[in-house]
């Protein structure tokens, strides 16, 4: 699946929207197991079950893509359920265990796709501590448009999710995802001057 013909690829960032839902904080020991794993890829074991607990007032409801860490996208089962085989061609899906919400069916969305799709000479130099890279231009011929999400091996703790998985997740859940556009190649669209910032 490719972005919408006419509207021409685009790169985004997601996060849970600043509206009054519940959001989910992982616990820090699997959160660290992630990051380990997504720097040291086959050599360090990526997580199979994510703790985690509900903050916010509980009057609010509860997010459909809870977690704002850049490469611990969290969906709800109606989520995953909804893009099905298109999620698992980038990764698979663990199991998060929320305290005191048994029937809350939550998963990690562990994106094992690392493609090398970025224009390096165009791009902005990925920061030394974590390679984030602020401005990214990516080489057309090479973004996975396929995939719904990859992440880059300049910066593989974050998640990078393609204009059109994008624009599905915002339509199944309205309100409870903001989009900020890293990249397009419309010359005319601005990118969001500090996507990885909170």
Same mark, same amino acid.
Request: glycine share 12%.
């Given at each position: 699946m490719a972005d919408v013909p006419g509207r021409g690829l685009s790169v985004y960032r997601l996060l849970p929207s600043l509206s009054e839902y519940q959001a989910l904080h992982l616990d820090r020991v699997g959160v660290r197991r992630l990051m380990r794993w997504q720097s040291a890829g086959a050599d360090a074991d990526p997580p199979t079950r994510l703790g985690a607990e509900w903050m916010g007032e509980r009057r609010w409801s509860k997010s459909e893509f809870p977690s704002g860490g850049p490469? #611990?996208?969290?969906?709800?089962?109606?989520l995953a359920e909804n893009l099905g085989d298109a999620l698992l061609s980038a990764g698979r899906l663990v199991p998060v265990d929320i305290t005191g919400a048994k029937d809350d069916e939550y998963f990690l969305y562990l994106v094992e796709q690392v493609v090398d799709c970025l224009d390096l000479r165009r791009s902005s130099k990925p920061k030394r501590l974590d390679g984030e890279v602020k401005k990214p231009v990516y080489r057309v011929e090479a973004l996975p448009t396929h995939l719904p999400a990859f992440r880059l091996p300049q910066f593989p703790g974050a998640?990078?999710?393609?204009?059109?998985? #994008?624009d599905r997740l915002v339509s199944l859940t309205g309100d409870q995802i903001e989009k900020r556009l890293t990249w397009s190649e419309d010359p005319a669209a601005k990118p969001h001057p500090d996507p990885w910032g909170f």
């Open positions: 490469g #611990a996208p969290v969906l709800s089962r109606r998640v990078q999710w393609n204009g059109w998985a #994008a």
